[in-house]
């Protein structure tokens, strides 16, 4: 059973930045890229940055472009969130998921963590 959790999350002032992780307990050639996602109160969930295992290729929802990085360590199957310049739209619950193949939808998904960006 594949396994995700994530860590990090808590509260930040507005302006400040925050990382949070998320370990995979799984072989790295099963993963072909790893998400985050985030879920604000009363709303959907939304994609918010993903990078490829292999070639390291990333992609960014536009609200958070030039804020927030992802990263990944490939021994450890940890995928990172680094969010700078954090706004108090960002707070969410932030979810990691991974993804197995190209095509279709992220397989696994974490149980999520809390970030609250004050005002």
């Known amino acids: 059973q594949v396994q995700l959790v994530e860590s990090g999350g808590g509260l930040v002032q507005a302006g400040g930045s925050l990382r949070v992780s998320c370990v995979a307990s799984v072989r790295s050639f099963r993963i072909y890229r790893m998400g985050w996602f985030r879920q604000a109160p009363g709303k959907e969930r939304e994609f918010v940055a993903s990078?490829?295992?292999?070639?390291?290729?990333?992609n960014y929802a536009d609200s958070v472009k030039g804020r927030f990085t992802i990263s990944r360590a490939n021994a450890e199957t940890t995928v990172y969130l680094q969010m700078s310049s954090l706004k108090p739209e960002d707070t969410a619950i932030y979810y990691c998921?991974?993804?197995?193949?190209?095509?279709?939808?992220?397989?696994?998904w974490g149980q999520g963590t809390q970030v609250t960006v004050s005002s």
């Open positions: 990078i490829t295992w292999t070639g390291g290729m990333t």
């Open positions: 998921a991974l993804k197995e193949a190209a095509s279709g939808q992220y397989n696994y």
